[in-house]
């Protein structure tokens, strides 16, 4: 069936714009296959059911819209109190510089451009794979252009525990970058590594994350987005896990015009836990905020367990949208589902939008979804000030409370505390 002229001239505009990376090498088939994929399913459009609430116009424009770079002269980098390897990128670039050497007890890290042209690589075997798996049953057309277009990208695989967190930290200096990075993560069975990302790519930017975590692996995922009002980002994680193994990946929004996450979760061994979660503060005062969390997690084994919990406090109009599934396959017994999306609406301007959806082919589980909106408590505001707290502090504390158990799904209480101070500045700052 022939795509629709708009979509079609959309696409075509966009793939005329960019370049294949290489023409050989390990990744010449998973990008050619990327490619035929995203001709025929075509870019995104306003009337496809996951983008109902998010315009898809900014990221489908062949030129990125321009980004003012963020000031960080005021406070040191996040995650510069975590002992880690920092791998840096400026507006897509590997800076060698001001990247630590690629070298670490119990993992091995490459980069995707400095490798992608080679004849073999471990990598071979994940790279696309994972976001084609992850194309059905929702074509994901982004990440197929991601897996196509990838200039460069971290190839990290954990073949014990690693020694220590590695952080890749993104430099945004540029007014115009439009960088697309693909990063690929192999857990072998028993490894454990932590993965910290920290800042903006670029003015706009196309993330994809593919994370194979075998038996008895752990994959430990920690991302801060940067503060950058005007970025537009499209990020894509997707995660297979084997039996016994273990996913936790959190992220944290603060601003940004336009924001999409998604996560797309598959178990394919028995016994294996997946815990994702995302805390955002929007405010559309300055600039316009949307942000979407997309999430699709498929139960395709026995006695596993899912978590998703996502929270948003937005003010001055800005708009929040979550969009999760849990789907249960046949034969995925003693599933155990849960899933909760909570705003928290400081003005009668802002907007949050969620569509939780559980589809489910066992009989034995235990799978739960809910959704709320609400206001600051006007009971619990009060008792605070009444004991001498200034009203911005008790509006700040009154946030923190409700973003807390977001961050409860980090493991590690030292990154947690991390975050959570590095939250409690920006709120004192932006106090109205």
């Not at 277009?149 to 695989?157: E, P």
């Not at 911005?392 to 947690?416: G, P, Q, S, W, Y």
Request: aromatic letters at 6%.
């Amino acid at each position: 069936m022939a795509l629709p002229q708009a979509k079609q001239d959309a696409t075509d505009a966009r793939l005329a714009a960019l370049t294949l990376p290489v023409q050989d090498g390990w990744t010449r088939a998973a990008r050619a296959d990327a490619l035929a994929r995203l001709t025929k399913s075509g870019l995104p459009g306003p009337r496809d059911e996951y983008w109902r609430w998010t315009r898809p116009a900014e990221l489908n424009a062949v030129e990125a819209s321009g980004a003012a770079p963020m000031d960080e002269s005021d406070e040191a980098p996040i995650f510069d109190g975590i002992e880690a390897l920092t791998l840096v990128f400026r507006d897509g670039e590997f800076d060698a510089e001001a990247s630590d050497e690629l070298a670490l007890d119990g993992v091995e890290i490459s980069r995707l451009g400095k490798v992608q042209g080679t004849d073999i690589h471990w990598a071979r075997d994940v790279y696309g794979a994972l976001e084609l798996r992850g194309q059905d049953p929702v074509v994901r057309p982004f990440a197929a252009l991601n897996t196509a277009f990838a200039t460069d990208g971290v190839l990290i695989r954990a073949t014990g525990k690693a020694a220590k967190p590695i952080c890749i930290r993104y430099v945004h200096e540029k007014t115009d970058s439009d960088p697309i990075l693909h990063h690929v993560v192999k857990v072998e069975p028993g490894a454990e590594v932590t993965l910290l990302e920290a800042g903006a790519p670029g003015a706009r930017f196309n993330t994809v994350f593919e994370a194979d975590i075998a038996d008895s692996g752990t994959f430990h995922h920690v991302r801060a987005q940067g503060r950058n009002r005007d970025r537009r980002a499209n990020t894509h994680t997707f995660a297979r896990l084997g039996a016994e193994a273990v996913c936790k990946s959190f992220t944290l929004s603060l601003n940004g015009a336009l924001t999409r996450n998604e996560h797309i979760i598959e178990f394919t061994g028995d016994d294996a836990a997946a815990h994702v979660a995302g805390a955002a503060i929007g405010d559309g005062k300055v600039a316009k905020f949307h942000h979407d969390d997309t999430v699709f997690i498929t139960h395709d084994a026995v006695n596993c367990e899912s978590r998703q919990v996502f929270k948003k406090v937005l003010k001055n109009g800005a708009l929040g949208v979550f969009q999760g599934k849990i789907l249960v396959k046949p034969g995925a017994q003693k599933t155990d589902g849960y899933q909760i999306s909570q705003s928290l609406l400081l003005d009668g301007d802002s907007q949050f939008l969620a569509k939780p959806e559980l589809e489910i082919y066992a009989d034995d589980v235990a799978c739960s979804h809910g959704s709320t909106t609400g206001s600051i408590d006007d009971e619990m505001l009060f008792y605070l000030k009444a004991r001498g707290v200034p009203h911005a502090r008790a509006m700040d504390l009154l946030v923190l409370a409700f973003l807390a158990e977001t961050l409860e799904e980090i493991e590690d209480e030292k990154i947690a505390e991390s975050l959570r101070t590095r939250l409690e500045n920006w709120l004192e700052r932006h106090a109205d």
